[in-house]
């Protein structure tokens, strides 16, 4: 199994960045979807998630802020991030529950390669 995240980059405060993440491989099914981020010296935190069926969660620092959405034809995962702090600034790494074709049940250990996002004046 393969994620593919891209979209990171530098913006000023107050601007935008969309964030996506591609699962590829044997793949029976995928489950939750998560964004999470993570800042040098703190622990990785979970900034949002979204269910096979579309329903979502957010960390309180974000919400009203940030859309997760996702593709369950594309195997895919968004995040667009409006409004954008300082305080966003870290790496984004998407998380997916993933059921691998002959397997038989979800794994979560599948974590994609981090991207970028920094956001400065």
């Known amino acids: 199994v393969q994620l593919q995240a891209s979209g990171g980059g530098l913006v000023q405060p107050g601007g935008s960045l969309r964030l996506s993440c591609a699962v590829s491989?044997?793949?029976?099914?995928?489950?939750?979807m998560e964004w999470y981020r993570q800042v040098p010296g703190k622990q990785r935190a979970l900034v949002a998630s979204?269910?096979?069926?579309?329903?979502?969660d957010y960390a309180d620092s974000v919400e009203g802020r940030f859309t997760i959405s996702r593709d369950n034809a594309k195997n895919t995962v968004s995040l667009q991030m409006n409004a954008l702090e300082p305080e966003d600034t870290a790496v984004y790494y998407c998380?997916?529950?993933?059921?691998?074709?002959?397997?038989?049940?979800?794994?979560?250990?599948?974590w994609g390669q981090g991207t970028l996002v920094t956001v400065s004046s």
């Open positions: 998380h997916p529950e993933v059921w691998r074709v002959g397997v038989g049940a979800y794994e979560y250990g599948y």
């Open positions: 491989g044997p793949i029976f099914s995928i489950g939750v």
């Open positions: 979204i269910s096979r069926d579309g329903g979502t």
